[in-house]
């Protein structure tokens, strides 16, 4: 089975981890995150509680599905305000090729980030390599995930990960903290979905639309009806720019299939990755591979890429934990996607996409610690005997 063209034979070992329990290709509770609103006063993560008062009309719908935006400062923030029902086929394939990459996290190339302790010189790009095709035989855990956003439909990049409370049947996908919500000055993004695999052969993003949908969608998509990040990240975030907050910029989703099929997502899909909390510093690993859609230019979105690189740390804000940063020159629409070591033998979770250089000769994505443990135990433990 081919593998993914690299520079490093380690790099090529790491996807040769999954080809051997990737499957064949798929068909194409009201509740939306984590905690109560009392519960956010007490607890360090940012989950939400759906609201009793759906939408119900048709009309309810509409304004739900298209508007609203001029808002957004006052939508959907607090734990009453937020909710993802599913809408059908909102999510078709000529919409997802028109979603833009992610609202883009700068950092300028100099400043910020040589002015604290911590922090080690900053790397040279590494170019990024197409990962091979089909996805779903080379990295079925990864994938694009969609949501609706002020400014229009949007993507960022996920990861399957492995459910401790239920082996071999998870339903939860890891993704940058910015892809669910705006940060201390918005809220929580709309009509959030995942598609594992998105565009499984890779065609070019002009071609989508005239492509069978079951190329495109190959496992169908996945609608988050539960959503965790950190507070941290709530109260200090922005997408505008990196700060503090980019080192609490994570979130889990727990997601449920568009067409009701009764199988997890790791069931259809046939992998996972393990996420490792307290992995040791970026400057102890050796390597470390970055996988993404970059669908900012010269990149389209239309195809899975991936950076192998060795990391070093990045402090953005004296008193917040240090960051994992690589050369890598993808760009948005990465945002969100996972940085994998080989642990044992399996593909296993460091970090994820947070920030990059205005430039794009580096990424910088958040060490997991205690933070981010706990937000990965609180969606875990609410469906633990569901």
């Not at 995930?145 to 400014?151: A, E, G, L, N, T």
């Not at 990045?314 to 993808?330: D, E, K, S």
Request: charged letters at 20%; aromatic letters at 8%; one cysteine or more.
């Amino acid at each position: 089975m081919p593998s993914i063209r690299r520079s490093t034979a380690a790099a090529a070992a790491l996807v040769a981890l999954l080809a051997g329990t990737a499957t064949a290709c798929g068909p194409g509770d009201d509740k939306a995150a984590g905690s109560s609103a009392a519960d956010q006063k007490d607890q360090a993560d940012g989950g939400i509680e759906l609201p009793k008062d759906m939408p119900t009309s048709l009309d309810d719908l509409k304004k739900w599905k298209d508007g609203g935006w001029q808002n957004w400062d006052k939508w959907a923030r607090d734990a009453s305000d937020f909710a993802n029902p599913i809408i059908k086929d909102h999510w078709k394939s000529d919409r997802l090729a028109k979603a833009k990459s992610s609202p883009e996290i700068g950092v300028k190339a100099t400043g910020t980030e040589g002015e604290f302790n911590g922090t080690d010189p900053e790397p040279q790009p590494v170019t990024a390599e197409q990962v091979a095709r089909p996805y779903h035989q080379h990295m079925a855990p990864v994938g694009k995930i969609f949501f609706d956003s002020p400014k229009g439909p949007m993507v960022c990049s996920g990861t399957i990960v492995e459910d401790p409370a239920h082996p071999g049947k998870s339903n939860l996908v890891w993704t940058a903290g910015h892809c669910v919500h705006s940060g201390k000055k918005g809220g929580w993004m709309r009509n959030i979905v995942f598609v594992p695999s998105y565009n499984d052969n890779g065609v070019p993003m002009n071609q989508v639309n005239s492509t069978p949908s079951q190329q495109i969608t190959p496992y169908g998509r996945f609608w988050a009806d539960w959503i965790t990040t950190s507070g941290e990240w709530i109260n200090m975030g922005s997408e505008a720019t990196g700060n503090g907050g980019s080192a609490y910029d994570f979130a889990v989703l727990h997601v449920k299939p568009e067409n009701g099929s009764g199988k997890s997502l790791q069931e259809t899909v046939g992998n996972a990755a393990r996420v490792w909390f307290n992995a040791p510093a970026a400057n102890q690993l050796s390597s470390l591979d970055a996988f993404g859609y970059p669908a900012g230019p010269p990149y389209d979105g239309a195809r899975m890429m991936n950076c192998p690189a060795r990391p070093g740390r990045l402090v953005m804000q004296q008193g917040t934990p240090a960051m994992n940063r690589i050369g890598c020159t993808m760009t948005g629409g990465t945002s969100g996607g996972g940085w994998f070591v080989n642990r044992g033998g399996k593909l296993t979770l460091v970090s994820n996409t947070s920030i990059s250089s205005n430039t794009h000769t580096w990424l910088a994505g958040p060490h997991l610690g205690p933070e981010a443990q706990r937000v990965f135990a609180n969606i875990s433990q609410k469906f633990a005997n569901q």
